[in-house]
């Protein structure tokens, strides 16, 4: 029984964890962050708990970014932007879903449940420090 009791606060240490960021964590970095506060946490009890939340859910994957899958626990309809170039990723301000929803399962005859949408290209800070560099191919 205190084994189940242990598990579960770890599986809601890890849910408030990504409740309390807007950063889109991978479990590795939830690992990092939840290590010195609970240390005898595995990488591996992250992986299994983030697929219950995920299961249940609680969570959603927000995709492959630079090899790892990044976590969520805004689970409205929203669209993210993902930085080529630092990994960042951030939530996309606008209303989903898009219009044309209806229009596609009228197109289709699929009933959706779901849908997600990615942008991706350089990041605000990305494209300063991109502008920054200087350009080698300048002829003067």
């Given at each position: 029984m205190e084994t189940v009791r242990r598990t579960s606060k770890k599986r809601q240490a890890i849910y408030d964890a990504l409740c309390a960021t807007k950063s889109h964590p991978s479990?590795?970095?939830?690992y990092m962050e939840l290590k010195n506060q609970i240390p005898?946490?595995?990488?591996?009890?992250?992986?299994?708990?983030?697929?219950?939340l995920?299961?249940?859910?609680?969570?959603?994957?927000?995709?492959?970014v630079d090899g790892q899958e990044r976590y969520d626990a805004n689970t409205?309809?929203?669209?993210?932007?993902?930085?080529?170039?630092?990994?960042?990723?951030?939530?996309?301000?606008?209303?989903?879903?898009?219009?044309?929803?209806?229009a596609f399962e009228e197109h289709t005859g699929w009933k959706l449940f779901s849908?997600?949408?990615?942008?991706?290209?350089?990041?605000?800070?990305?494209?300063?420090?991109?502008?920054?560099?200087p350009n080698k191919f300048i002829n003067y």
């Open positions: 479990a590795e970095q939830l005898d946490l595995s990488l591996g009890t992250v992986y299994r708990n983030l697929g219950v995920m299961q249940d859910g609680l969570i959603i994957s927000v995709g492959n409205a309809p929203h669209a993210h932007f993902i930085c080529t170039s630092c990994g960042k990723v951030d939530d996309a301000d606008m209303e989903l879903p898009l219009p044309g929803y209806g849908h997600s949408l990615s942008f991706s290209g350089k990041c605000c800070d990305c494209l300063e420090r991109s502008q920054d560099l």
